[in-house]
T-cell receptor
Framework: AQSVTQPDIHITVSEGASLELRCNYS??????LFWYVQSPGQGLQLLLK??????LVQGIKGFEAEFKRSQSSFNLRKPSVHWSDAAEYFC????????????FGGGTRVLVKP | DVKVTQSSRYLVKRTGEKVFLECVQD?????MFWYRQDPGLGLRLIYF???????EKGDIPEGYSVSREKKERFSLILESASTNQTSMYLC?????????????FGSGTRLTVV
């Protein structure tokens, strides 16, 4: 069965500093990979997704993520964090066969210091 | 944009009550999902549906049932609410195989069972 691990439960970063959130997945074939963000009291919003091709994908709000097959990782990065980036971030993996669903990691909560 | 609407943002129910959580999407998506979100556990799939009148159990279906009589509406039912069902409930929908398309989420319903 597929699984997703986000090793960091909480991360605190200063405004203007860079951010990297880790995501490791377990899946036999090439997965579909996603990052979602959840602001307080809100649902989840899609930041970016990877299907195939270029392993560095760009998303909304200045985020990017890199797929590394050899490390089974899909880490999320942002060069300069804004206070509005304080939120919870979820990595998810989906399979290719019809009718399959997404599996989510436990989430990483990001706090931004002024 | 696809919109997924959950009828209530906050609900407080008593132990033993039958509880209905409603979700409506407006873009003719085939797939709909119910997750619950708890701190440190991420999102866990309760039930999902790939078509009208069709449902499949997710990872934690015990104590829940669902109904999908129309394509746009997917209801989650707590047959006899218990305090351990206090949680944030998220509805999502997707077009076709959610692998490449990802989900669109509603804003969530925070349910408290007292």
């Amino acid at each position: 069965a597929q699984s997703v691990t986000q090793p960091d439960i909480h991360i605190t970063v200063s405004e203007g500093a860079s951010l990297e959130l880790r995501c490791n997945y377990s899946y036999g074939a090439t997965p579909y990979l996603f990052w979602y963000v959840q602001s307080p009291g809100q649902g989840l919003q899609l930041l970016l997704k990877y299907f195939s091709g270029d392993t560095l994908v760009q998303g909304i709000k200045g985020f990017e993520a890199e797929f590394k097959r050899s490390q089974s990782s899909f880490n999320l990065r942002k060069p300069s964090v804004h206070w509005s980036d304080a939120a919870e971030y979820f990595c998810a993996v989906g399979q290719g066969a019809a009718g399959n669903k997404l599996t989510f990691g436990g989430g990483t909560r990001v706090l931004v210091k002024p | 944009d696809v919109k997924v609407t959950q009828s209530s943002r906050y609900l407080v129910k008593r132990t033993g009550e039958k509880v209905f959580l409603e979700c409506v999407q407006d873009m003719d998506h085939e797939n709909m999902f119910w997750y619950r979100q708890d701190p440190g556990l991420g999102l866990r799939l309760i039930y999902f549906s790939y078509d009208v009148k069709m449902k499949e159990k997710g990872d934690i279906p015990e104590g829940y049932s669902v109904s999908r009589e129309k394509k746009e509406r997917f209801s989650l039912i707590l047959e006899s609410a218990s305090t351990n069902q206090t949680s944030m409930y998220l509805c999502a929908s997707s077009l076709g195989n959610p692998g490449p398309y990802g989900y669109t989420f509603g804003s969530g319903t925070r349910l408290t069972v007292v």
